[in-house]
C-alpha cells in the first residue's frame, strides 16, 4: 500500500487512516510445530461437528506433515483435517493415509514415484493391432464401453502401484488428483446407469 501511496494510485489520507497496526501473518510452512496444533485444532472443530471420534496421526506422518511447503496455506490444512476426519474417524492416520491427501509437492523430500513417459510408436502400434483383433472378433464391439473398461484397469493398477495413494496413482496416470476422483466418480455413475 505504501507503493501505491507514493505512486499515486491510493489516497494518502485513506492510507493513514487505515494504517494504525500492522501485522505480518507468515505462511503457514514458515510456522514448524505450529502446524500440528492448527491441525489438532481443525481436527477437534470438525470431529466435534460430524460427532466422530478423532484420528490420531502416526509420528511419520507428523513429520511428514511438517516437512510438507503447504501451497494451498491454512485454507488447505484445514481440508486435510476435514478429510481424515472423515475417511479415517477414530483410527491412526500413517504416512501412506497422509500422504494421499497432499497435493504433488516438488520441493518435498517425500518419496516420489516416477511418471512414465507416454506411448512410444512401438506402442501404438501394439494398441492398434490389439483393437484390430478386438473389432473384427466382437460383433457387440462398444468403444465407449471398451474405453471404460481400460481406463478402469489403468485407474486400478495406479492404485495398486501406488498402495492406495490417491496423490501418488494419479502422478503415475499424469493427471491432478481431482481429476482422478472425478473420473472415478464418473466411471461409477457410468456402471450405475448401464450394469453391462
Given at each position: 500500500m505504501k507503493k501505491e501511496v507514493r505512486e499515486g494510485r491510493f489516497r494518502a489520507d485513506l492510507y493513514h487512516r487505515l494504517s494504525v497496526f500492522t501485522v505480518a501473518i507468515p505462511p503457514l510452512r514458515d510456522l514448524g510445530n505450529d502446524r500440528i496444533?492448527?491441525?489438532e485444532h481443525f481436527?477437534?472443530?470438525y470431529s466435534a461437528q460430524a460427532d466422530l471420534p478423532p484420528f490420531q496421526l502416526a509420528e511419520e506422518a507428523k513429520e511428514r506433515l511438517l516437512a510438507y511447503r503447504f501451497p494451498g496455506n491454512v485454507r488447505e490444512l484445514r481440508n486435510i483435517a476435514i478429510r481424515l476426519?472423515?475417511?479415517h474417524a477414530g483410527k491412526m492416520v500413517d504416512v501412506y493415509d497422509l500422504e494421499a491427501e497432499l497435493d504433488p509437492d516438488p520441493g518435498s523430500e517425500s518419496p516420489a514415484i516416477a511418471v512414465p513417459p507416454a506411448p512410444t510408436l512401438s506402442a501404438r502400434d501394439e494398441l492398434v493391432s490389439i483393437a484390430l483383433n478386438d473389432i473384427q472378433n466382437r460383433r457387440d464391439f462398444n468403444l465407449d464401453a471398451t474405453l471404460r473398461l481400460w481406463e478402469e484397469?489403468?485407474?486400478e493398477a495406479a492404485q495398486q502401484v501406488a498402495h492406495g495413494n490417491m496423490s501418488q496413482a494419479a502422478r503415475l496416470?499424469?493427471?491432478n488428483r481431482t481429476t482422478l476422483y472425478n473420473r472415478i466418480d464418473t466411471l461409477a455413475?457410468?456402471?450405475r446407469?448401464?450394469?453391462q
Amino acid at each position: 500500500m505504501k507503493k501505491e501511496v507514493r505512486e499515486g494510485r491510493f489516497r494518502a489520507d485513506l492510507y493513514h487512516r487505515l494504517s494504525v497496526f500492522t501485522v505480518a501473518i507468515p505462511p503457514l510452512r514458515d510456522l514448524g510445530n505450529d502446524r500440528i496444533r492448527l491441525l489438532e485444532h481443525f481436527r477437534a472443530v470438525y470431529s466435534a461437528q460430524a460427532d466422530l471420534p478423532p484420528f490420531q496421526l502416526a509420528e511419520e506422518a507428523k513429520e511428514r506433515l511438517l516437512a510438507y511447503r503447504f501451497p494451498g496455506n491454512v485454507r488447505e490444512l484445514r481440508n486435510i483435517a476435514i478429510r481424515l476426519t472423515t475417511k479415517h474417524a477414530g483410527k491412526m492416520v500413517d504416512v501412506y493415509d497422509l500422504e494421499a491427501e497432499l497435493d504433488p509437492d516438488p520441493g518435498s523430500e517425500s518419496p516420489a514415484i516416477a511418471v512414465p513417459p507416454a506411448p512410444t510408436l512401438s506402442a501404438r502400434d501394439e494398441l492398434v493391432s490389439i483393437a484390430l483383433n478386438d473389432i473384427q472378433n466382437r460383433r457387440d464391439f462398444n468403444l465407449d464401453a471398451t474405453l471404460r473398461l481400460w481406463e478402469e484397469a489403468y485407474i486400478e493398477a495406479a492404485q495398486q502401484v501406488a498402495h492406495g495413494n490417491m496423490s501418488q496413482a494419479a502422478r503415475l496416470l499424469g493427471v491432478n488428483r481431482t481429476t482422478l476422483y472425478n473420473r472415478i466418480d464418473t466411471l461409477a455413475r457410468d456402471k450405475r446407469a448401464s450394469p453391462q
